[in-house]
């Protein structure tokens, strides 16, 4: 079955405790990004990677890193969370613009990150 | 910078009607708007895409238009039924590698 995978669901950390939410999608799309979604702002993009090796900022990338070592795998990294970071997230991967190709997002089902 | 709004925050239809959405966009047109549907908790799942050549798509019970001249995009749901309730997001890339960017979405809620 396509699908993108996150992990954790749901998380509850302190200030300060790094953490990792995994995302993974068997599609083998170039394009995958992350996003957050705020009551009354809605889903804003952390960043996005193009392809492997290549990453770029978002609208909302302060406080957050990423890496894109395997066209699957697209970690998203909170290095010193804050409770700012309190937020539904989700990652998403898609086909490649390129060529005339449309970038229809698949989304993960989301993790819900609370930090304390 | 590019934007893309979603006028109502949320709307109210009763069973059997057509429930229309609104998508408006400024500056230039995109190459295409697409169309998401998201229930609470869960991840926006995509429902259609239009592009900007193209006046109307269908999709079973959904409808999209794209009116350059207007720069906006409804989208209909003929029949509504209360399964039909979710939240709708659209969602538009301003050009090449730029950011995917999405309206901030309108509930709707069909009554039974």
């Known amino acids: 079955e396509a699908q993108v995978t996150q992990n954790p669901r749901y998380l509850i950390t302190v200030t300060g405790k790094k953490l990792t939410v995994t995302c993974s999608q068997n599609m083998n799309h170039e394009y995958m990004s992350w996003y957050r979604q705020d009551p009354g702002l809605g889903l804003r993009q952390i960043y996005y990677s193009m392809n492997v090796e290549v990453t770029d900022k978002g609208d909302v990338p302060e406080g957050y890193k990423v890496s894109r070592k395997e066209k699957r795998n697209f970690p998203l990294i909170l290095e010193s969370p804050s409770p700012n970071q309190t937020s539904l997230y989700f990652c998403?991967?898609?086909?490649?613009?390129?060529?005339?190709?449309?970038?229809?997002?698949?989304f993960g089902p989301g993790t819900r990150l609370t930090v304390l | 910078s590019q934007k893309i709004e979603q006028n109502s925050e949320a709307l109210n239809i009763q069973e059997g009607k057509t429930a229309t959405l609104t998508c408006n966009y400024t500056n230039y047109s995109p190459a295409y708007l697409q169309w998401y549907r998201q229930d609470p908790g869960r991840g926006p799942v995509f429902l259609l895409l239009?592009?900007?050549?193209?006046k109307e798509k269908r999709k079973e019970r959904l409808k999209v238009t794209f009116d350059t001249t207007l720069k906006q995009s409804l989208f209909h749901i003929t029949a509504s039924q209360p399964a039909d309730s979710a939240t709708y997001l659209c969602?538009?890339?301003?050009?090449?590698?730029?950011?995917?960017?999405f309206g901030k979405g309108t509930r709707l809620s069909v009554i039974a």
């Open positions: 969602a538009r890339r301003n050009s090449g590698n730029t950011p995917l960017v």
């Open positions: 239009i592009r900007e050549n193209e």
């Open positions: 998403a991967s898609s086909t490649s613009t390129s060529g005339g190709g449309t970038d229809t997002q698949y």
